[in-house]
């Protein structure tokens, strides 16, 4: 299961460096390479330990792809990783949960709005950016409410705009959590679950059995309450 999460993440990250004109392929990896080293920079899809790490090593030495390798739980990876230099950089958990039988909660749709447009799109990538502290752009997000494998939404508290959060839908009809993020100044009120009980709702529609994510260890707790089970970690290297 850690596998399957862990490279629906990378259909994900793929898909949106395709729409966005930023996703590069070698032989043995893909990365994505967005705009002033924003989100998603990520080196991905690494072939077992077969992979040419010289050339790896050398291309991010030189700019050419993002300093960040993630990969599933793979002791040999990992391992290969550790011995030419890289160093663990961070560790999330891949969770999911089973919503065959899921009882969904539609949120009213004053407190949810849809991303439907580029001026949507700049409100959610300021939402995001200044959710998760480092820089997701508008040129990224806008390309993606318009495809069919993308639903991106903000939620509301009052007037203002306080969080975002987004379903991807895979080619295997799997959905995939993602950017749920609340601004500072609005933590501790439910917007955060309540986006994330909309993305569920939101995953059901489409006719999904299962739904995936990845969390922070302090998100992890919350998750679970919720019903979501951990199946391992993804963890990301770096020179």
Known sequence: MNQNIVEHLFAFWAEIGDRGGFLNAEKEYSYTTPNQESWPSKVFGLKGT???????????????VPNSVSIYEDKEIAKHLLDQGFTLASTIKAMAMDISNHTGIEIDPMKIEQVD?????????NVASESFGYPVLKT????????????????KHGDAYGSCGMVYLDKNQIAG????????????????????????????????????????EAGERIYQKMGFKNHGTLQSYSL
């Open 50 to 64: 077969g992979f040419n790490i010289d050339l790896l090593k050398d291309q991010i030495e030189m700019g050419v």
């Open 117 to 125: 447009s580029d001026e949507k799109s700049r409100i959610f990538a």
């Open 140 to 155: 990224t997000i806008s390309p993606l409410f318009k495809s069919q494998s993308f639903k991106l939404f903000l939620g």
């Open 177 to 216: 959590i993602h950017m749920i993020g609340t601004l500072s100044q609005f933590r501790g009120r439910g917007l955060g679950k309540l986006m994330t009980q909309h993305l569920i709702h939101e995953a059901q529609k489409n006719g999904s059995q299962q739904i995936y994510l990845v969390a922070s």
